[in-house]
C-alpha cells in the first residue's frame, strides 16, 4: 500500500443501482410512498477525500438505508418536542436555581433538574467519555433534523482560524460561505465527536 493509503482516514463508496418504491392511496385518493428500497448493483466506486478513484481498504459492510418523508416529519417532530420539553426544564432550573436560600431550598429539585438536561460533569474515565461522545452524537443528529433546508454562512478561512480571534478582527477581510447545515451537523456527530469507526 501506498504512503496515501496509510494515511487516509475517509473515503466514499459510490454504489449503482436501482430504488423501488411502493404508493398506496389514501382516503382522499392520493397517491403516498409506503415502503422504498435499494436494490445495489455491481458497480460500486470507491474514491479518496479528494474524489480521486482509489482501491478500496477492507471496511465493514455497511446496510443501505433510506427514509420516508413521513418517517423523516416524524423525526423532526419529535426532535421539537425534545426541545421544546429541555427548554420549558431549563426555565424551570433558571427560575429555581437563582442562589441564596432559595437554590439551597430545593437543592435536590435542581440536581434532578441538571441530571434531567445533562449539565455536564467533570469526565471520570475513558468510558465516561465514550458514553458523553455518544450522547453527544446523538443531540447532534436530532438537531440536523430540526436543520434540514438551513444553512449557516461560515468563514472561507481555516478551521483554526475561526477561534483565534481572527473572524472577529475589524482589520482583517474575512468571506463567508453559505453550507447544508444539517449536513454540517452530521459531519460534526459522525466525524468530530464520534467514536464510531
Not at 121 to 133: G, V
Not at 180 to 191: P, T, Y
Request: proline share 4%; charged share 30%; net charge negative.
Amino acid at each position: 500500500m501506498n504512503l496515501k493509503g496509510l494515511i487516509m482516514n475517509r473515503f466514499t463508496k459510490i454504489t449503482v443501482g436501482f430504488v423501488s418504491q411502493t404508493f398506496k392511496k389514501t382516503g382522499k385518493g392520493r397517491f403516498i410512498c409506503t415502503h422504498q428500497e435499494f436494490i445495489a448493483g455491481d458497480q460500486c466506486d470507491y474514491e479518496d477525500a479528494e474524489g480521486n478513484p482509489i482501491e478500496p481498504p477492507e471496511h465493514e459492510y455497511q446496510l443501505y438505508n433510506m427514509t420516508l418523508k413521513s418517517q423523516a416529519t416524524k423525526e423532526a417532530m419529535e426532535a421539537t418536542m425534545l426541545n421544546k420539553v429541555y427548554e420549558a426544564i431549563q426555565e424551570v432550573l433558571d427560575s429555581l436555581d437563582v442562589g441564596g436560600e432559595q437554590s439551597r431550598q430545593f437543592a435536590r429539585e435542581i440536581r434532578i433538574l441538571r441530571d434531567v438536561i445533562g449539565h455536564p460533569k467533570p469526565i471520570k474515565d475513558a468510558l465516561d467519555e465514550i458514553q458523553r461522545r455518544g450522547q453527544i452524537v446523538q443531540k447532534l443528529r436530532k438537531l440536523a433534523v430540526e436543520a434540514e433546508g438551513l444553512t449557516a454562512a461560515l468563514p472561507t478561512l481555516p478551521v483554526e482560524q475561526w477561534l483565534d480571534g481572527t473572524v472577529a478582527d475589524a482589520t482583517k477581510d474575512v468571506f463567508f460561505e453559505d453550507h447544508d447545515l444539517a449536513k454540517l451537523l452530521r459531519f460534526i456527530a459522525d466525524v468530530g465527536v464520534s467514536y464510531e469507526d
